[in-house]
Structures are given as structure tokens and as C-alpha cells.
């Protein structure tokens, strides 16, 4: 692990400098991590010296001077690489890169592509690790048409798709100027916290990425019955159908038909005796 450490302390110092080279952070920032009880703790004994007499010979001691004597390529052997992810943490916080949807200035973007190169060429990232936080659904829509067309086109002619290949069209550049630059962010952070084992270092969860995505299922609507047209040439509704007659209730056993006792009733009228009619005077 030690090794390994080693060998991305440059890609620290290289972020740290290109932060101050645009002006992303200052030394007084620096210092405002690397308190001068650090700075005495970790750097050599001829750094701290060597800073100490050049403030000497001046007459004059400032932030700036002593990142002069014990630049971000030195701090980033010899100081704590926490402490150096801390200044990081903090520029992409003031340049907008760690929140989701902010506002970042051009020189942010620079920043950020630089750094995403430089992790890349360092192996600190993996292409698949790029697009693990930046799958198809982030970038499709947001990147330029011409860059996504050309990246289509090259993978049919080749007949394979993979994440580096991906890469070679969807540069650290195009990725900075026109991505979701905190997803960017979030995949150098947890690369960063894998390979110097941070503690609190925290990444934005990535996007979903379903490996096979689900048909899409449409239906076709009901067709819908055409009403007549008036003589006026209006459509008029059609009046709605009168409800389906209750199926009436079946008869009971040995029940007479309602039926016959009709035709009973007219015979019991029938059989009723009639008066007399009256004698003729």
C-alpha cells in the first residue's frame, strides 16, 4: 500500500499546483491547512531552515515565500496526503465542483479536466471507473451530438464497446465542459480515498446503470366510435346506453306464474252472480 501510495503522491502535488497556477487557491490557503506546527513536524529540518533564511535575507516572511522554498511538489512528498486532500477538497468546493448543479467558472473546468486527465494517465482512475459515475444516462443529451454520433459510429465499425473506447471520444475535456462536473468529482474522490485510505472522504453515490435495458411497451389507445353529425354539422354526443334490465328473480318452488293469476282473477269475475235486473211496469 505504501508503494502505491508513492507513486500517486505526484498526481496530489500536480492538483495542488494547478490550483494555484489558476488561481483556484492561494498559499495563504495552504498555510491556513499546513499550520507551522505541520510544516516543522513533517518537512525536513533543511526545508524549514532554508525557508527561515530566505526570510532572513529579505526581511520579509509571507505565505507566498514559503511556498517558494517548499513548493506543492515537496509538500506532496513529505506532508500527510490527507492533508493535501484537504486543500484539494476545499478548492473544488469554492470552484463549485462538489455540489451538484453549480455554477463553475472556466478556469474550475480547466481544473477539473486536468485533473481527470492526469488520473487517468496515472492509472489513479480507470475508464470504467469514469463511466461507472458517468453511464450512457448522464452523458447522452448532455455531451455534443457530433461527439456522440462519432463515438456510435466508431463502435459499429469496430463492432466492440467498451469504457475506453468510450473515453477516446468523451475526453476529460468535453467530460469538464459539459457534464455533470460533481459526478467527475466524485469519481476522483473515491479513487483518492481507496488509494491513501481517507477516512471521511465521500463520494456522490453513482447513477444507476441498468446492464439490460427494459423494452419499451406501448399500447394502442381504444378506438373511439364516431357520433353522427347533425344537420348542422355539429357531432353530437351519443346518448349514453340505458342500463341492462335486471334478470328477474327465478320462482319459487310450487309458485304460481304471475301470468295465471291474472287469468284466474278474470274468472272469479266472471263466475260472481249478477244481480237482477228490474221488472218492466
Not at 517548499?70 to 512528498?77: G, H, I, N, S, V
Not at 479536466?113 to 453511464?135: E, K, N, Y
Amino acid at each position: 500500500m505504501g508503494s502505491d501510495q508513492d507513486s500517486h503522491r505526484p498526481w496530489l502535488a500536480y492538483a495542488l499546483e494547478e490550483s494555484l497556477r489558476r488561481s483556484l487557491f492561494s498559499p495563504k490557503d495552504i498555510l491556513a491547512h499546513a499550520s507551522p506546527e505541520v510544516l516543522v513536524a513533517q518537512l525536513p529540518h533543511q526545508v524549514i531552515s532554508e525557508i527561515l533564511a530566505r526570510a532572513l535575507a529579505s526581511g520579509t516572511f509571507s505565505a507566498s515565500a514559503v511556498v517558494e522554498t517548499a513548493p506543492p511538489a515537496l509538500m506532496a512528498e513529505y506532508l500527510a496526503p490527507d492533508l493535501i486532500w484537504r486543500c484539494l477538497k476545499d478548492v473544488a468546493e469554492r470552484a463549485g465542483l462538489a455540489k451538484k448543479g453549480s455554477a463553475r467558472t472556466a478556469p474550475a473546468k480547466q481544473w477539473l479536466a486536468g485533473l481527470l486527465q492526469r488520473a487517468l494517465d496515472s492509472q489513479l482512475v480507470t475508464p470504467a471507473d469514469v463511466i461507472r459515475h458517468l453511464p450512457p444516462g448522464e452523458f447522452v443529451g448532455a455531451a455534443p451530438l457530433a461527439v456522440v454520433a462519432e463515438l456510435i459510429k466508431n463502435g459499429l465499425t469496430r463492432g466492440s464497446f467498451d469504457p475506453a473506447m468510450v473515453l477516446q471520444h468523451l475526453t476529460p475535456t468535453i467530460i469538464a465542459e459539459n457534464l455533470e462536473a460533481s459526478l467527475a468529482w466524485a469519481c476522483i474522490a473515491e479513487a483518492v480515498g481507496k488509494v491513501f485510505a481517507l477516512d471521511g472522504v465521500t463520494a456522490v453515490t453513482p447513477p444507476a446503470m441498468d446492464k439490460t435495458p427494459a423494452p419499451i411497451v406501448t399500447s394502442a389507445a381504444p378506438a373511439k366510435s364516431k357520433a353522427p353529425a347533425t344537420a348542422s354539422g355539429r357531432i353530437e354526443a351519443a346518448p349514453p346506453k340505458p342500463p341492462a334490465p335486471a334478470p328477474a328473480p327465478a320462482p319459487a318452488k310450487n309458485a304460481i306464474p304471475s301470468e295465471w293469476k291474472a287469468v284466474d282473477e278474470l274468472d272469479l269475475l266472471e263466475e260472481e252472480t249478477l244481480p237482477p235486473r228490474p221488472a218492466r211496469t
